[in-house]
């Protein structure tokens, strides 16, 4: 094997364990390339089914041809699409455009916390409420193209995620099978060993675990493999005519597009490969990241 299938393989392994293992299983899709390769990865696993819902927190703020993909792709591999959504801030307006609005003069570091905290509302809030069920859920129904209210309220147990360890710091901290408290926060000091392909999965009755089976995979793997298998993907990746495209995708207001004339998956293989990139955080263009936003929203519960 190569070295892509033998990652292909090493994800299938994983993704077939958490099904074997935990009874209450999802898959979090935020409709990137990652979680879409993962979407791809489970549906060979199970040999074109999906055995388990996919869940996307919906901030209200993702990009129309995000969501038009979403629902493009749930219809045509019938897959189980909860979404979740945080309507209470949002129907507060407690949110970084609404209060930018507000307060047009915000200085930088006000918009960064301003940032953070509306992603602590719309994503951390929001898909611990749906995974544990006390938030609003609704369900695809695959004969009307429509989400309907979900009536099933049982938290989820095991989480897959399309956590990479090369994307960001704090991600590299995470094993395959990671287990997170009753309130979703991680303690990072406190993971389990995973040597030769030994995987923890037994765990205390209640413990929430994140399950990633694209850990080990590189920014040029998951291309490669987009290429290899002909996955469809979303059109913000690509340059347009601009001279920009988006490397890593989230809201509308708070992502920021590189300079690049990659106008199609070998394009951006090129890219990486030319090393162009290669001192450019492949999330850079995520403004609420900051210093260390993400793995402050990460220890929170947050993907």
Same mark, same amino acid.
């Given at each position: ?31 990137? %390339? ?9 549906? %060979? ?69 301003? !940032?953070?905290?509306?992603?602590? %509302? ?140 990659? %106008? ?34 990460? !220890?929170?519960?947050?993907?």
């Amino acid at each position: 094997m190569d070295h892509l299938e033998q990652l292909e393989q090493q994800s299938v392994f994983i993704l077939r364990e958490a099904f074997r293992h935990f009874e209450r299983l999802c898959m979090l899709w935020s409709i990137g %390339k990652d979680s879409t390769v993962m979407l791809w990865l489970a549906r %060979k696993a199970f040999f074109g089914h999906v055995p388990f819902p996919l869940v996307h927190v919906d901030t209200s703020y993702k990009l129309p041809e995000m969501i038009a993909y979403r629902d493009k792709l749930a219809m045509e591999y019938k897959l189980q699409m909860v979404v979740g959504q945080n309507v209470e801030a949002l129907a507060a307006k407690d949110t970084f455009p609404d209060r930018l609005a507000a307060n047009p003069k915000m200085t930088v570091e006000e918009q960064a916390i301003a !940032r953070t905290a509306c992603c602590g %509302k719309l994503k951390a809030e929001a898909l611990g409420a749906t995974l544990h069920g006390t938030g609003v859920r609704r369900r695809l129904n695959l004969e009307t193209g429509q989400y309907e209210p979900d009536h099933d309220h049982q938290p989820y147990t095991g989480v897959i995620v399309g956590a990479r360890a090369d994307e960001e710091g704090s991600r590299s901290k995470e094993r395959y099978f990671s287990p997170r408290d009753k309130n979703n926060v991680w303690d990072v000091g406190d993971q389990p060993p995973e040597f030769w392909n030994q995987f923890k999965t037994d765990f205390a009755p209640g413990t929430h675990v994140r399950i990633h089976p694209l850990l080990d995979w590189t920014e040029l793997n998951i291309w490669e493999y987009i290429k290899r298998e002909s996955i469809p993907t979303v059109s913000l990746y690509y340059d347009q005519g601009a001279g920009t495209r988006y490397r890593s995708l989230g809201c509308g207001p708070c992502q920021a597009p590189i300079k690049s004339t990659s %106008k199609n998956v070998d394009d951006i293989i090129a890219e990486l490969k030319s090393g162009k990139l290669k001192n450019i955080a492949e999330r850079s263009g995520r403004l609420q990241d900051g210093k260390h936003g993400l793995e402050e929203l990460r !220890r929170d519960g947050y993907m």
